[in-house]
């Protein structure tokens, strides 16, 4: 007894997957058409160009299964992944993109905790020069100088690292707050 006939509409359907799952895979990595066909070049599949990998992309031009297998070695991925992926497959995509968006957070962060840290060495040490003054001929400059310094003791008196961490617990349970419907915003 033979088996039934594979149905030619799964065929299409999978010629199709395969297809977005190029695009989508190239377009990830930020790769263009003619990337993709270069590292094609570099993984050994000859005749391949960025003509190719558009017609490939639209559905345009089969894809023999020695193509497949390196389109899916090049991607780091499986052709069965790329026919077929696992439709729990983009909840992983998902937690995959906000890690990089927490890591590309936490790097913005850093950089602004070393430029404040510098900043406020610099502030450190232009308070000391400012308290050293103590012949001012403007009343007027004697009177700002003195304001700068109440704000300069108040701003040191709490040590920046636990200023920091004040701020962005605060700033963590505020947003937590608000987007939980518990704060309100005051107008």
């Known amino acids: 007894m033979n088996p039934p006939p594979y149905p030619r509409d799964l065929n299409a359907h999978d010629d199709a997957r395969f297809a977005e799952s190029v695009k989508r895979l190239r377009e990830e990595r930020g790769w263009s058409q003619g990337e ?4 094609l070049l570099a993984a050994g599949m000859e005749g391949f160009h960025q003509t190719t990998v558009s017609r490939i992309e639209k559905g345009e031009r089969p894809v023999r299964l020695g193509e497949a297998r390196a389109l899916a070695r090049v991607f780091d991925t499986s052709v069965d992944r790329m026919v077929a992926p696992e439709p729990r497959e983009k909840y992983i995509r998902g937690v995959e993109e906000l890690f990089a968006k927490v890591g590309e957070d ?20 232009a308070v000391s020069a400012l308290g050293e003054i103590d012949d001012w001929a403007d009343p007027e400059l004697e009177e700002r100088a003195r304001g700068q310094l109440i ?28 987007l939980n419907g518990k704060h309100q915003e005051t107008p």
């Open 36 to 39: 993709l066909a270069r590292q």
């Open 106 to 125: 936490v790097r913005q962060i850093e950089a602004a905790v070393k430029s404040l840290t510098q900043v406020n060495m610099q502030l450190e040490q």
């Open 151 to 178: 704000l300069a003791e108040a701003h040191f008196w709490l040590p920046l690292e636990k200023g920091l961490c004040r701020l962005i617990s605060d700033t963590i349970n505020m947003e937590r707050d608000k």
